[in-house]
Antibody
């Protein structure tokens, strides 16, 4: 079955860019939507955005100015870039399959923003 | 933006209890609502989508109902594995998650 795995630095300095990749295994990335969601420590879930395998993107309006989501179908992976991070961007970041309900999730990766 | 509220925020229950969680939307979302279960340190798991459709493999003690602005997740007989936090999510317009309901003993 399809499995997702997030990867990227666990520590990012303030004002820098957070970069994460989600590797999709056990199935093709094509013809699906793929999402990023985050969860600050002890808090609820926040949708960041999603991308279709063709490259069309949809972002949370509150983050839109700082977010870029991209897809690489040849590598069966998609990526998240979040610019100008601050401490409030510290969270567990999840990738998931879906552009409506999210039926497959990665295990999540913790990103801390600190100098 | 569509806002979601959940009630209660915390629910204390016992094994075997029937429990219900309510999710309310700030405007009509038709039936475009999903429910997730999350345990500490784990990713959320999809339970129900389109308000009442049970994901394959999810126990039948879970059920969902509602449309428009008010939705309910019901667990007919609470099992030890069900103690967790539950989130609703609307996908009528982009995505929004509810604040969560913690079900504990």
């Amino acid at each position: 079955q399809v499995q997702l795995q997030e990867s990227g630095p666990g520590l990012v300095k303030p004002s820098e860019t957070l970069s994460l990749t989600c590797n999709v295994s056990g199935g093709s990335i094509s013809t699906y939507y793929w999402s990023w969601i985050r969860q600050p420590p002890g808090k609820g879930l926040e949708w960041i955005g999603y991308i279709y395998s063709s490259g069309n993107t949809y972002y949370n309006p509150s983050l839109k100015s700082r977010v870029i989501i991209s897809v690489d179908t040849s590598k069966n992976q998609f990526s998240l870039k979040l610019t100008a991070v601050t401490a409030v961007d510290t969270a567990v970041y999840y990738c998931a399959r879906g552009g409506s309900f999210l039926d497959v999730w990665g295990k999540g990766t913790t990103v801390t923003v600190s100098s | 933006d569509i806002q979601l509220t959940q009630s209660p925020s915390t629910l204390s229950a016992s094994v075997g209890d029937r429990v219900s969680i309510t999710c309310r939307a700030s405007q009509s979302i038709s039936g475009w609502l999903a429910w997730y279960q999350q345990k500490p340190g784990k990713a959320p798991k999809l339970l129900i989508y389109k308000a009442s459709t049970l994901k394959t493999g999810v126990p039948s003690r879970f059920s969902g109902s509602g449309s428009g602005t008010e939705f309910t997740l019901t667990i007919s007989s609470l099992q030890p594995d069900d103690f967790a936090t539950y989130y609703c999510q609307q996908y009528n317009s982009y995505f929004t998650f509810g604040p969560g309901t913690k079900v504990d003993i």
